[in-house]
Each structure stands twice: as structure tokens, then as C-alpha cells.
């Protein structure tokens, strides 16, 4: 596949699942999603599932799944109109320009995650920068992601504030996580996560159920998807299009999608990197992950770290310095509620931390080691990775 022409190759990511999109796509979309005679909307949809489990107003279309955060609300199937299909199709997944209005929400962006995450340089595994430069770009209709932009725009910084970037995303803005690819031994069958790209950053719940339907397609550990959140189904060929996908197509872990989705995972991903002629992109690690201490400040202002995996959480609060004397067990107190952990030594309090979820508190425990003091709370949602310790800055 290196020696493909670049014709070649954009057909090949075509014919495996990857959208590519052009302004000229977008704009015909916005007048289809308009109008007196438009179709439901996917939020219309939404909201009249509590009311009749049958598509909103009678809608014909294709079918695709709404999965909601709430595990005490159903997975149900709502549908891709026909109208909408035939105006904007037939080539290309229409999902990601239905659902996108669910995802403007007005949500305010946390500060902080927003800084820690701009401080990496990532977001859901890619540049910050480039996220907002292309979400500007998408708003305006200017330039597709499949156009090089001018030489003087690369040249220039992009400066982001979490306003610049809510207003980039004030529309919607949808991340297409794959659970698997289209391929030969499918039958050129792909079925994709839709969700809101920058639901972490807004503190929406976590979906657990997504994260479980991502654990079963072989991804380990297991991806975090905030919000409520869409699945649906693709075909390549003979071009890429919608087809139907329904709640027990998901809920069902022995469908044959899901069993053959790990390996066939494995083995996209090989050809892909094949195709590009580049290594496959990898999720960024979380805070605290992968056995990396990530470091937060005390109330003393002296410095503390923590580690983190998917049941718990452990924190390491140094008591004295090096050169003072030992540590005088007796004068340690620690206090563990359901979401704040307090350290005090000798009446004088070290760590404060109103902790990002929630803890059990009965599994939380503390031993010294030398001058330090380890902390060990299980958190109360196992499978639970957290994007920081604090829950707000």
C-alpha cells in the first residue's frame, strides 16, 4: 500500500470507514437541517422517547442507537431521516451532522481540565490547537479538514482560551470513535460511537455502558466517553453509507459484531499504518495512569503526588522534611468522606482535596512510610478513570 497515489489512498480510507468531509458537504447539510419542511431533529427525537417507543412522528430512515449516560434510562433506537438521507447522501456517514445539534448544549467548559489538557497539547488524542484552529474553520464553512490551509496560517500560533474554544463548539461538536472498522470479513461493516468532543472538558457523567460496549470491541483499557452518547452503523461499499443498527444489536454481547470486533481491530489498525506509512495514534494517558505520579499542591503549598487506576486512588502527602525528625504517628489524623480527603499533622492541615468522584469510604486506608504518608481510597465507581484529582480548580 505505500507505493498507493494519493487519489489511491484517500479511496482506500474511503472504502474502510474514514469520513472525508469538504465545506461544500457542510453547507448543504445546514440548509437540509432548516426550513419549514426540515425533519425531527435528533434532540425532537430524544425527547419523545419517554412518550412512545416508536421514532419520533413516524419517521422512516435508518436506524441508529441512543445510548444514555443514566443507567436507569433505556438504550433506544431512533432514526437517521429518509428525507435528510436523500437530500444529503447517498454517499457518507449522515449521523455525525444529525446528532450534532443534541451536543450544543451551552454548557460552560471547566477551567480547569480545560488548562490541564491545553497543557499537553491534546484532546482526545489530538493537538488543542489544531482541535480549535478546525472547529473555527468547520463553524465558519472555510476550509475542510481534507484542504492545507494557506502557508502563512500554519506559520501563525494559535492562542486558545476556554471561551474561544466554547465558541468553536457552541454549535456542536462531534468526536466518531470507532468500535470497529469496515473490512472484508465483516462485510465491509463499521460501527461507530458518536459523542460530544468536548464533553470531558464540560464534566459531563461518565457512560459507563459505552465504555463497556468499547472493553467488549477489545479496546484495554477501557476508553472514558462523557455524556450521553449515539451508535451507529456504517457500510463502505459500494460507497460509505448509514445503515440500520438497533438497541439489541448492542446489547446483545454474543452478535457476531462484537465477537470478531477485537481482531479485527488489531488488524485495521496494521493496515491503516500501512496505508499512511505512519505508526497508529494512541489516546493520551490520564493523569495519574500508567504509573506515573502526577503532582498537586498541599494547603501547606508543599507538593504531593498521586496514582490512580481504574478502582482507586493513592495519594502520597510528605509530613516533615528531610533533614527533621522522625514521624510522630499520634499526631496524624485523617478524615475520609465520601468525595474530600483531609490530612493534618500536628493540628496543622497538609492536604484538603475535594476529590473530582466519589470514594468508598470504607475502603480507604493510610500506612507511613518513612516520612511519607500513603493514602489508599477505593473509589466508588470501579472502571472509573478520573482527568485530574480535584474536582474543580
Known amino acids: 500500500m505505500s507505493d498507493m497515489t494519493p487519489t489511491e489512498r484517500e479511496q482506500w480510507l474511503r472504502d474502510h470507514g474514514v469520513q472525508i468531509e469538504s465545506s461544500a458537504d457542510r ?14 431533529s435528533i434532540i425532537e427525537q430524544v425527547q419523545s422517547l419517554s412518550l412512545s417507543s416508536s421514532n419520533a412522528a413516524g419517521e422512516s430512515g435508518v436506524k441508529f442507537v441512543y445510548l444514555p449516560h443514566d443507567t436507569s434510562k433505556p438504550i433506544q433506537t431512533v432514526c437517521l431521516p429518509s428525507r435528510l438521507v436523500e437530500a444529503l447522501g447517498p454517499a457518507g456517514d449522515i449521523i455525525p451532522t444529525y446528532v450534532k445539534s443534541f451536543f450544543a448544549d451551552g454548557r460552560s467548559i471547566d477551567e480547569k481540565i480545560f488548562k490541564d489538557q491545553a497543557a499537553k497539547q491534546n484532546l482526545l488524542g489530538g493537538d488543542m490547537e489544531k482541535f480549535a484552529a478546525n472547529a473555527k474553520k468547520k463553524q465558519l464553512g472555510t476550509v475542510s479538514e481534507d484542504e492545507p490551509a494557506p502557508a502563512e496560517e500554519e506559520e501563525k500560533k494559535t492562542t486558545l482560551s476556554s471561551s474561544s474554544l466554547m465558541n468553536a463548539t457552541a454549535g456542536g461538536s462531534v468526536e466518531t470513535f470507532p468500535l470497529v472498522r469496515p473490512s472484508k470479513t465483516n462485510k465491509n461493516e463499521g460501527v461507530y460511537i458518536y459523542l460530544d468532543e468536548v464533553g470531558m472538558l464540560k464534566h459531563l457523567s461518565l457512560n459507563t455502558r459505552a465504555s463497556q460496549l468499547a472493553q467488549q470491541c477489545g479496546y484495554h483499557p477501557a476508553p472514558n466517553f462523557y455524556g450521553d452518547v449515539f451508535v451507529g452503523r456504517v457500510s463502505s461499499k459500494p460507497m460509505l453509507h448509514n445503515i440500520d443498527i438497533e438497541s439489541g444489536d448492542i446489547m446483545d454481547t454474543t452478535k457476531e459484531w462484537i465477537v470478531r470486533a477485537p481482531h479485527e481491530n488489531v488488524l485495521w489498525q496494521q493496515a491503516i499504518n500501512e496505508a499512511t506509512g505512519r505508526s497508529g495514534e494512541t489516546q493520551p ?77 470504607d475502603g480507604c486506608t493510610w500506612t507511613l512510610d518513612k516520612r511519607n504518608l500513603v493514602i489508599t481510597c477505593e473509589k466508588a465507581r470501579d472502571g472509573e478513570i478520573w482527568p485530574r484529582l480535584e474536582l474543580s480548580g
Open 27 to 40: 453547507r448543504k447539510a445546514e440548509s437540509a437541517l432548516s426550513g419549514t419542511d426540515r425533519p425531527p
Open 285 to 361: 494517558n490520564h493523569a495519574g495512569t500508567e504509573g506515573v505520579a502526577a503532582e498537586a499542591t498541599g494547603n501547606d503549598g508543599c507538593s504531593y503526588s498521586w496514582l490512580q487506576n481504574e478502582e482507586e486512588v493513592e495519594l502520597t502527602v510528605p509530613l516533615i522534611g528531610d533533614g527533621d525528625e522522625a514521624v510522630n504517628k499520634r499526631l496524624i489524623k485523617v478524615s475520609f468522606l465520601p468525595q474530600k480527603v483531609v490530612v493534618k499533622y500536628s493540628s496543622e492541615c497538609k492536604v484538603e482535596v475535594e476529590l473530582y468522584s466519589k470514594i468508598d469510604v
